[in-house]
């Protein structure tokens, strides 16, 4: 086993590791005495990355009365959180407010010129975080799909298989999906694939020679199959700076309550709202 399998805390004994709501309870119960439970950790400060395989929403019926949250991650192993789904995704994006949730805007946009109604992807080229019921829709379970490679439906039962780690592929299952989740999947992994184009078209405009992504590992995000590409636009290198246009005025108010929160002062929209006029001007008289 090489170094970097070492320092995986997820369970390898097993070839393979099949999850759902109902083997968690089952298996990792702390009176169920399971050699999985070595691999459990309890964090509230857990911060999702991308080394983040899955995460199953328990908001409704908590594991042993209280964790609200079960994550399948590279580096901790088995975590469980007394926080909801919601809440560390929504730490995810506040904390990243620059690289992530400032693109979060134009993500969007992005999403309405595909005429995607609902958001079910969190797309940041190398990988993105695929919700379930759609990510604006409150607690819900997510999945990496740079961390997958494969992808079940039957009737309304769904599973996800890993790549492996450690010698070992977990398929994480749910029930009672979307009766039409393999379509929302595609929409999900063509948004992140646009997402990519739209970044490697315009850093080829900015170096003035063709781009090209280095290779990638197998997974969901680069298996063409799920590409739809009937709902792509065209990917030039001006797309994402029209998508970009016409977002100022949220992207500055998203900056603006998040300097209000660090400086400890209560919000105020009219403030705010002085602060943007001067902001234009100065803009303007550049």
Known sequence: MNKRQLTTKLPYKDKTYQWSKEIIREKLHFA????????????????????????????????????????????????????????????????????????????????????????????????AFFSLKGFTNGKTSWLNLSALTEFSLHRRNASFTSVEVNGSRHIFCFDKVVANLDKVLSEAIT?????????????????????????????????????AYEIMPKCDANYLVSMSKGIWHDIFLLFGKRLFKLLEINWNYEDYKEAYKHNNRINYLR
């Open 191 to 227: 948004h992140n694939l646009v997402v990519k184009r739209g970044l490697l078209a315009y850093e080829s405009k900015l170096m003035g020679r063709p781009v090209v992504s280095g290779r990638e590992k197998k997974s969901l995000l680069n298996d063409s199959q799920y590409f």
């Open 32 to 127: 169920s005495g399971s050699e999985l439970l070595q691999y459990v950790v309890h964090m509230d400060n857990y911060a999702v990355s991308a080394m983040m395989m899955a995460m199953y929403d328990f908001d409704k019926d908590p594991l042993e009365g209280k964790y609200k949250a079960v994550i399948f991650d590279q580096n901790h192993g088995i975590v469980l959180s007394t926080r909801n789904t919601r809440q560390i995704i929504g730490d995810f994006l506040n904390n990243e407010i620059f690289e992530y949730q400032l693109g979060l805007a134009v993500q969007k946009k992005i999403a309405r010129s595909m005429n995607l109604n609902r958001y079910h992807a969190l797309s940041f080229n190398k990988f």
